[in-house]
Nanobody, 114 residues
């Protein structure tokens, strides 16, 4: 089992920034971040391969940046220019963009509100 632990969520005003972190038990998989907003299905927001190739959904391009540190077995999601529609529980995932893996963290709440 791949163990994933997220941190960094919180309450932020529109236009603000948050940095999410995920510590994994292994660094050999592609990693990603998904989110689930109230009344919505979970969607994959960003993913990064072990060698650093990234993908994003259109709504976060230019605002979010996914990165990883394989030595520390961590993955981060830097979220800038946050919008209320970014409000969701964000989950770390061990898997690729086209095929998210079965392993997810417990989630961290991100709330963007004035």
């Amino acid at each position: 089992q791949v163990q994933l632990v997220e941190s960094g969520g919180g309450l932020v005003q529109p236009g603000g920034s948050l940095r999410l972190s995920c510590t994994a038990s292994t660094s050999r998989y592609a990693m990603g971040w998904g989110r689930q907003a109230p009344g919505r299905q979970r969607e994959l927001v960003a993913a990064i391969t072990p060698d650093g190739r990234t993908n994003y959904i259109d709504s976060v391009k230019g605002r979010f940046t996914i990165s990883r540190d394989n030595a520390r077995k961590t993955v981060h999601l830097q979220m800038n220019s946050l919008k209320p529609e970014d409000t969701a529980v964000y989950y770390c995932n061990a898997g690729g963009w086209s095929s998210p893996g079965p392993y997810w963290g417990q989630g961290t709440q991100v709330t963007v509100s004035s």
